[in-house]
């Protein structure tokens, strides 16, 4: 029947031809046009849209449609560093360095003399900017690669298999992967010694011998253990590493240059360092609020032992990494530590502002430092409490907006929201209010 209003849907060749869309195609490619188009021209054959109103929904969704289906999301939980959210945000700074690493960069070339120079010198030396007892750096691309290459390298690589460590530090990091199993993954064999809950100084004393290639010190960051326990300190460690000349791997993972108050059982790159440990190793994107990349500080003897490794190569940073980071060191402050040093009454009138305009209740709520760090640290802050149902529109919306959901209740925690998408959240919180209505 010629009355079937389907007939009017526009054809496929005639949207393609529109010159929006041609633009637009420019930028997102053909699959993707064609995904979009075949989207608006479904929604009209079910009758979900009216045929007349196709041509002026393919444009509008061309033209808003992002390069990269990965969506960008508010924070609303109140865990800073979230694994599910991507870790660190970057500063605004390390933000505009991914921007200008896009293109062709000096990587490793010096512009001056026009020969060829070493990768990513600024980012090393604002590192060691930041960390000014460490004799040389080396930036790989995330601490479970630095981890690796430390352990091989001084051990496997030395033709001294055996890496000592304590019962007490065998860690899984998460999504089933166990530090244990990285690190023997090369070939490197591990000395466990102690307890769960104690090892001491002779433990690792009667388990050094001719194999030993290094001692490794892991900070459990995502567990601790009270009670009736032992660790043996850094500064023991290295002592008795430095009297039988063998390294001494500390693993601090979080990524804290100095001490930071809020966070007194965190330890510090620069405190491991002035212990006396030979590398120490940490994430580019928990506390220190950067890129994922894993860092390696240290003696320049044992920095360059890896350096020359075989995995260095197949570890390396890539050049966005080495931009952001260097952005982020020598930013004055970062999301994270902005996050984690939030002013509580100032998080509270935020809170309540929001609350007057949805006509919510604020409840207190704790934060967390998250990615494994800070464990069982509660950041005294507010969130607002809506009935659970409130989750999953604010999940799904543009832009989304992820709660927490607890006990029956969606919380908006605003710790790691910038204050300048506040409007942003009553805007989508008040449109679902209407649409429950
Ligand atoms: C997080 C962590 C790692 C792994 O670092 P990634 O950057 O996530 O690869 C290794 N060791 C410790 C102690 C950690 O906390």
């Known amino acids: 029947m010629s009355s079937d209003p389907r007939r009017a849907i526009p054809s496929t060749d005639r949207l393609l031809a529109l010159s929006e869309v041609v633009e637009a195609g420019t930028r997102l490619g053909s699959p993707k046009i064609r995904r979009i188009i075949s989207d608006v021209q479904a929604a009209a054959r079910r009758g979900d849209l009216a045929p007349a109103d196709v041509t002026p929904r393919v444009v509008a969704a061309v033209q808003t449609a992002q390069t990269t289906e990965l969506s960008p999301a508010l924070n609303a939980t109140g865990v800073i560093i979230h694994t599910n959210l991507g870790r660190a945000p970057l500063a605004a700074a390390a933000r505009e360095a991914l ?5 062709y ?6 512009l001056a003399d026009g020969k060829r120079a070493k990768r990513g010198t600024w980012a090393k030396t604002a590192l060691l900017a930041r960390a000014p007892n460490a004799e040389d750096a080396l930036i790989v691309n995330n601490g479970a690669a630095a981890l690796s290459l430390a352990t091989t390298a001084l051990s496997v690589g030395e ?4 890496v000592v460590i304590s019962r007490g530090e065998l860690v899984e990091i998460g999504a089933g992967f166990r530090l244990p199993d990285l690190i023997t993954s090369t070939g490197v064999q591990l000395t466990e ?12 004393r009667n388990a050094i011998g001719a194999n030993t290639g290094a001692l490794l010190k892991v900070h459990p960051s995502n567990y601790w253990i009270g009670g009736f326990n032992a660790t043996v300190p850094t500064k023991a460690l290295a002592n008795l590493a430095a009297a039988h000349q ?15 108050p809020v966070l007194p059982d965190e330890p510090t790159i620069s405190q491991a360092l002035a212990d006396g440990a030979d590398v120490v190793i940490a994430s580019g994107d928990k506390l220190l609020g950067g890129p994922q990349a894993g860092l390696l500080l240290g003696k320049a003897d044992v920095i360059a032992q890896l350096a020359k490794h075989p995995l260095a190569r197949a570890f390396r940073a890539d050049k966005f990494a080495l931009a952001a980071l260097e952005a982020t060191l020598n930013a004055p402050s970062t999301p994270v530590h902005d996050a984690l040093h939030a002013d509580a009454s100032e998080l509270l009138e935020r809170t309540q502002r929001i609350a007057t305009a949805i006509d919510a209740e604020v409840v207190p709520h704790e934060g967390r430092v998250g990615g494994g760090g800070g464990v069982g640290v509660p950041i005294h802050g507010w969130a607002l409490s809506l009935e659970e149902h409130f989750a999953e529109p604010l999940r799904t919306g543009n832009p989304a907006i992820l709660p927490r959901v607890a006990d029956g209740r969606c919380l908006v925690d605003l710790r790691c929201v910038p204050p300048a998408d506040d409007q942003v959240i009553i805007q989508r919180l008040s449109e679902i209010v209407e649409v429950q209505r």
């Open 246 to 260: 063998v390294p001494l791997i500390v693993d601090v993972g979080s990524g804290l240059f100095e001490p930071d």
């Open 99 to 103: 921007a200008a690493a896009a293109g």
């Open 159 to 162: 033709s001294r298999p055996e």
């Open 193 to 204: 010694v102690g307890t769960t809950n104690r090892t001491n100084l002779d433990d690792y």
């Open 105 to 110: 960069v000096d990587l490793e070339l010096d």
